[in-house]
C-alpha cells in the first residue's frame, strides 16, 4: 500500500494558489452531492458535528450539501458499540462473545431502517462510531460512498484494536474506505489522510489550521476519485425525521 504525502494548504501566495486550484477541484468532485455524517454514541455525534461544520460551505458557491443522521438504538447495542470504541482506542480488552456477535449482525441486518430515507444514490456516507458502522451495508447498498472515519493512530496497534477491528470487518463490508486525521509530534504538523483498501491508495495532506476544513474536503474528494466504479444501488428521494441540516 503507498502512501502519498503533499503540503499544498500553506501561507505562502504560490502555496495559496495552489490551494485555490485545488479547491475548485474537490468542489466539482463534491458537487451535487450531500455528506451525511452518520454517527449514534455521544463522542461519535460530536465528532459528525465538527465535521458537518468543517465541510459546510461558506460565502463560496459550489461544493455538497452536508447534513448529520443520529442512529439512535437500544442500550444493549449501545453497551456492545461503547466497548467496541474502547478496544479500539486501546483502552479496553473486554472478550467479545457469540451474543456480541448475534446483537451486532442483527443490528448491521437492520441498519436500512436504522438510517431512515434521506441517502441517496452517490452520496457520501462517513460514519463516526462502531454503532453508526452498522449501516454500511444499507448505505452502500443505496448507491451512497461509505467511509469510516478513524482519528486515533498509534503505534504498534493496540491487540484490543485488532480484535474490534476483526470482530466489525465481515459484518460492515460496506466501507469503501477511511478518513481520519492525525498529527506528527516530530514534525509538529497535522495529517488528514485518506485509505482505500481496494486500490491500496493512501493519501495524506498536510495541512495548518487555518486550512484544516479544505484538507477535509481533499480527502473525501479523494476518496470519491478513485471510488466511482464501485457505486451501486438507486435513489432514494424521502428524508428521514433523524436528518439535521
Given at each position: 500500500m503507498s502512501t502519498h504525502v503533499t503540503h499544498v494548504l500553506g501561507d505562502s501566495a504560490r502555496e495559496a494558489r495552489r490551494l485555490?486550484?485545488?479547491?475548485?477541484?474537490?468542489?466539482?468532485?463534491?458537487?451535487?452531492?450531500?455528506?451525511?455524517?452518520?454517527?449514534?454514541?455521544?463522542?461519535?455525534?460530536?465528532?459528525?458535528?465538527?465535521?458537518?461544520?468543517?465541510?459546510?460551505?461558506?460565502?463560496?458557491?459550489?461544493?455538497?450539501?452536508v447534513g448529520c443522521i443520529v442512529?439512535?438504538?437500544?442500550?444493549?447495542?449501545?453497551?456492545?458499540?461503547?466497548?467496541?470504541?474502547?478496544?479500539?482506542?486501546g483502552f479496553a480488552g473486554t472478550r467479545l462473545t457469540r451474543d456480541d456477535e448475534l446483537l451486532y449482525a442483527f443490528a448491521c441486518g437492520d441498519g436500512e431502517r436504522m438510517l431512515g430515507a434521506a441517502i441517496a444514490d452517490g452520496d457520501v456516507v462517513v460514519l463516526?462510531?462502531?454503532?453508526?458502522?452498522?449501516?454500511?451495508?444499507?448505505?452502500?447498498?443505496?448507491?451512497?460512498?461509505v467511509f469510516w472515519r478513524i482519528d486515533a493512530a498509534t503505534s504498534p496497534v493496540p491487540r484490543s484494536a485488532v480484535a474490534a477491528w476483526d470482530f466489525m470487518r465481515p459484518r460492515s463490508r460496506g466501507v469503501d474506505g477511511y478518513v481520519g486525521a492525525w498529527r506528527e509530534?516530530?514534525?509538529?504538523?497535522?495529517?488528514?489522510?485518506?485509505?482505500?483498501?481496494?486500490?491500496?491508495?493512501?493519501?495524506?495532506?498536510?495541512?495548518?489550521?487555518?486550512?484544516?476544513?479544505?484538507?477535509?474536503?481533499?480527502?473525501?474528494?479523494?476518496?470519491?476519485?478513485d471510488d466511482r466504479h464501485e457505486t451501486v444501488g438507486g435513489t432514494v428521494h424521502a428524508r428521514p425525521t433523524v436528518a439535521v441540516r
Open positions: 485555490a486550484s485545488a479547491r475548485g477541484r474537490w468542489e466539482e468532485q463534491l458537487s451535487g452531492r450531500t455528506v451525511w455524517c452518520v454517527a449514534s454514541l455521544p463522542d461519535g455525534r460530536d465528532a459528525a458535528w465538527q465535521l458537518r461544520g468543517r465541510l459546510r460551505p461558506g460565502s463560496s458557491e459550489g461544493g455538497a450539501a442512529i439512535t438504538t437500544d442500550e444493549s447495542l449501545r453497551a456492545l458499540g461503547s466497548r467496541l470504541e474502547a478496544m479500539l482506542r463516526h462510531d462502531a454503532v453508526a458502522a452498522v449501516t454500511a451495508e444499507a448505505a452502500r447498498d443505496r448507491g451512497a460512498h509530534p516530530s514534525a509538529g504538523r497535522e495529517l488528514i489522510g485518506a485509505a482505500l483498501p481496494s486500490t491500496g491508495a493512501v493519501t495524506a495532506r498536510d495541512v495548518g489550521s487555518t486550512h484544516v476544513p479544505a484538507g477535509w474536503s481533499g480527502a473525501l474528494a479523494d476518496l470519491l476519485a
